[in-house]
């Protein structure tokens, strides 16, 4: 664990869609590549500490000048607001970009 951050990269299968999710072959994976609906399970980021469990579902893209392309999330329980970088590239599962598209592009 550095900081804030521990490291999580593990299989799951989504709970809106059922689709497995295999883990990204790097970095970390926090949502279904298929439906981009994620789980609000961390406080912080691999924590799994959040009591919520709520669905968050992607409803925004942004660019980020250092991390790139980053999904908006919003929790269906508690309607926290998130972001996750967008899993575009991987090499065993990547995201799905037409869906990615279709959301609304978020405006700064």
Do not use: W
């Not at 994620?38 to 660019?63: E, T, W």
């Not at 999904?71 to 995201?95: E, H």
Request: with cysteine; net charge neutral; proline share 6%.
């Amino acid at each position: 664990m550095t900081g804030r951050f521990t490291h999580k990269n593990e299989p799951f299968t989504c709970e809106h869609c059922g689709q497995h999710v295999p883990a990204a072959a790097s970095g970390c994976r926090n949502h279904c590549p298929f439906c981009l609906t994620s789980k609000h399970v961390d406080i912080f980021p691999g924590d799994r500490a959040n009591p919520c469990q709520g669905l968050l579902r992607a409803i925004s893209y942004h660019m980020d000048s250092q991390k790139g392309l980053m999904l908006d999330f919003k929790c269906d329980d508690c309607g926290a607001i998130t972001r996750n970088i967008a899993n575009r590239n991987d090499s065993i599962c990547p995201d799905n970009y037409e869906k990615i598209l279709s959301l609304t592009p978020k405006v700064h």
